[in-house]
């Protein structure tokens, strides 16, 4: 019974979902993929938040961590994005612009993309 339990627990086990700051749900692919499926209302950076809020706090990157979009533009309606944090695996054209100083690779830090992007959305309750 132990060897039995000991090879189950050596399978990989099926990615769940984390919920990012922003209500938006993302899941660790790999070890360098994030998938943000799609949510009907959200805007591109909330995505941005959502995979910058995994890597942070799940895959535990540190905040100059780069974060790319894998997903090529434009997505069709319905799709999520994929993120990546390995720079050959990014689409191109595919990153936000961005103004100021720093790399022009289209990609965000971690830290970026969590201060600049993660909006607390609070739910509208009506009385009833």
């Given at each position: 019974m132990r060897i039995i339990l000991m090879a189950l627990l050596a399978l990989p086990?099926?990615?769940?979902?984390?919920?990012?700051?922003n209500g938006m749900e993302a899941?660790?692919?790999?070890a360098t993929d994030i998938a943000?499926?799609?949510e009907?209302?959200?805007?591109d950076t909330d995505y941005w938040c959502a995979a910058g809020d995994l890597a942070q706090q799940v895959m535990n990157q540190p905040v100059a961590?780069?974060?790319w979009r894998a997903s090529p533009k434009p997505r069709e309606a319905g799709q999520g994005i994929l993120f990546t944090l390995d720079p050959a695996r990014q689409a191109q054209g595919a990153g936000?612009?961005?103004?100021?100083?720093?790399?022009?690779?289209?990609?965000l830090s971690v830290g970026q993309a969590v201060a600049s992007h993660c909006r607390i959305i609070i739910p509208f309750i009506r009385d009833r």
């Open positions: 086990l099926p990615a769940h979902a984390f919920t990012a700051r899941r660790q692919v790999d943000v499926p799609f009907a209302g959200r805007t961590t780069r974060i936000l612009s961005q103004f100021g100083s720093g790399p022009r690779d289209g990609a």
